[in-house]
Each structure stands twice: as structure tokens, then as C-alpha cells.
């Protein structure tokens, strides 16, 4: 992109006018008598002669600027409406790259509508401190005023696509949101599911705390087998995360009065490890008898 800075004002290009109005100041100058006043033509000297090129230079050099920054703005809106094509046929990390390059492009229109501003200030200020070159601003300034007009169609179709790629980001943001609440969701579920509760207790203190009954006791109370309580309390449990712990303080001599196959536990030095956890966690309360 080029730069919008003038030429040093020190600097002087000798284009075709200058060389045109040199020769005339020459002529002029030899068939001018000879006096102590300096030559003129129209009124003007040699270096307000230079002075004048110098602006029409100058002038020329902003408008090939200007025509040149306006062709990278053009450039940019299409690169905008390519990656807006492209971003309707992509998915997941390809359209967050997308959108980056959206907003780069964006910002460097921006940037670029900018510089043209400036530089059409500087044509405007230099038109009005040259007259003479009214006639050829014209033309220039019509087909600025064309661009612009085109420019603005396009601006209100990039704005448009913004908003499009704002409603974007949204919906991939309430996406995220959803697929955050999912994933608690999921892990809470997974939590309850691997939740179960143990209890290791003597026969008559599990009784009378209503975790076990005796059911059908035969002749003077004998017989009877013992079973879990109808009404079971997790606060009377203790509670374990089936995913990590698979060892349970089960004493030598033992009775499971719950569901839980006894053949599914290994003794070891810390008491005894669950063989397998999906098959042994049948139901959620675990009631073992310690018979020592």
C-alpha cells in the first residue's frame, strides 16, 4: 500500500510544463529590454513558474495515490466476499480462521478508506491554491465521486456481512455455552452414576438403625435371614466414587446382606479389592455384616 506523504517541498520535478514555460521565459527574456526588472510572463517570475509545476506534480503524484489506494480498497471488498463464500462451505476451526481473516481485511479497509479521506483533503487543499489546475481536477474528482458512490454500495453490503458474521459469532458463542452446560451435565451424570454408598457395621447395631431387617425366623427366632431395610438413608452410608476407589475396609469375617456378589472381592492387605466394579455395583447400597 502506498504511503499518502508529499514530496519534500524542496523537491522540484521538471515535467513537460516546466520545460514549456521555461522556453517561453526565455524568449521572453530576449526580447525583453534590458532593465533591473526581473522577467515575467503573465506576471509571473521563473521560480513562481517552477513553483506552480512543482504543485502540479504534486498534485498528479497524490491523484495516482489516491486512484492506486482506491484500487487496493476494491481489492480488499473482493477478498471480503471470497472468504464470506468460503466461510458458507466451512465448519469448526476453518470458519474461526475465517472469521480472523474477515476482521484483518476489514480493519484493513478501514485503514485504506482512511488514507483516501486524507488524500482527497490534500487534493482539495492543493485545488485551492492553484486555479489553473481546476480543469484537471474535474475529471479526477468525477471519477473519485464514482468510486465513492460504488464504494458505498459496498460498504453497506460489508456492513451487512458483518452483522451476518456478528450473528455468527453469537450463535457459536451460545454454541460454546451449550456445549459447556452439556459437558457439566454430562460429568454431573457420570458422577451420580458412579456414586454408591457402603456400610460396614455389626448385625445388631445395623439392625436397630433400621439398615437391615431379619425376615422369616423360624421356631424360638431361629432361622431368620437378614435383609436390607425398606427405608434407607444415604446420610448413614459412606460414600464412594466407584471410578477410583476399589478397595474397601471389609473385615476377614464378613456377611453381605445386599444384592453384591461376594465372589467378585480379592482379599488384600488393606481389605478387600473389587474384581469388577460394573458387574460387583449392582445397586447403590452396599451393607456388609461384620462378623468378627
Known amino acids: 500500500m502506498f504511503s499518502n506523504t508529499f514530496l519534500p517541498k524542496r523537491t522540484v520535478r521538471v515535467g513537460p510544463l516546466a520545460c514549456i514555460c521555461l522556453l517561453v521565459f526565455l524568449f521572453a527574456s530576449s526580447c525583453k529590454e534590458k532593465t533591473d526588472e526581473p522577467a515575467t510572463i503573465n506576471g509571473k517570475t521563473m521560480e513562481q513558474l517552477i513553483a506552480d509545476n512543482a504543485e502540479l506534480e504534486a498534485l498528479s503524484l497524490e491523484k495516482d495515490r489516491l486512484m492506486t489506494e482506491l484500487m487496493e480498497t476494491s481489492s480488499f471488498i473482493n477478498d471480503i466476499y471470497s472468504a464470506m463464500d468460503e466461510f458458507k462451505t466451512s465448519s469448526g476451526i476453518d470458519r ?27 487534493i482539495r487543499m492543493m485545488q485551492s491554491n492553484a486555479d489553473a489546475l ?108 466407584a471410578r477410583s476407589v476399589r478397595t474397601l475396609p471389609i473385615p476377614d469375617k464378613f456377611q453381605i446382606v445386599s444384592s453384591h456378589n461376594p465372589r467378585l472381592l480379592e482379599r488384600v492387605s488393606t481389605g478387600m479389592a473389587i474384581i469388577d466394579p460394573v458387574k460387583f455395583w449392582n445397586s447403590k447400597f452396599l451393607i456388609i455384616i461384620d462378623k468378627r
Open 96 to 122: 474461526e480462521r475465517i472469521l480472523g481473516k474477515i476482521r484483518r481485511l476489514s480493519d484493513s479497509l478501514t485503514i485504506s478508506q482512511q488514507i483516501i479521506k486524507s488524500s482527497s483533503a490534500k
Open 134 to 241: 481546476t480543469k484537471k481536477i474535474a475529471e479526477m474528482e468525477r471519477n473519485v465521486a464514482t468510486m465513492k458512490e460504488q464504494l458505498l454500495v459496498r460498504d453497506n453490503e460489508i456492513s451487512q456481512l458483518k452483522a451476518d458474521a456478528g450473528i455468527i459469532t453469537e450463535s457459536r458463542d451460545k454454541y460454546k455455552e451449550q456445549v459447556t452446560t452439556m459437558s457439566s451435565e454430562k460429568d454431573r451424570i457420570e458422577m451420580e452414576r458412579s456414586t454408591y454408598y457402603y456400610i460396614i457395621g455389626k448385625a445388631n447395631d445395623l439392625e436397630e438403625r433400621g439398615i437391615i431387617a431379619e425376615e422369616g425366623r423360624g421356631f424360638l427366632g431361629i432361622g431368620g435371614t437378614f435383609v436390607p431395610g425398606k427405608n434407607l438413608n444415604e446420610q448413614d452410608f459412606i460414600k464412594i466414587d
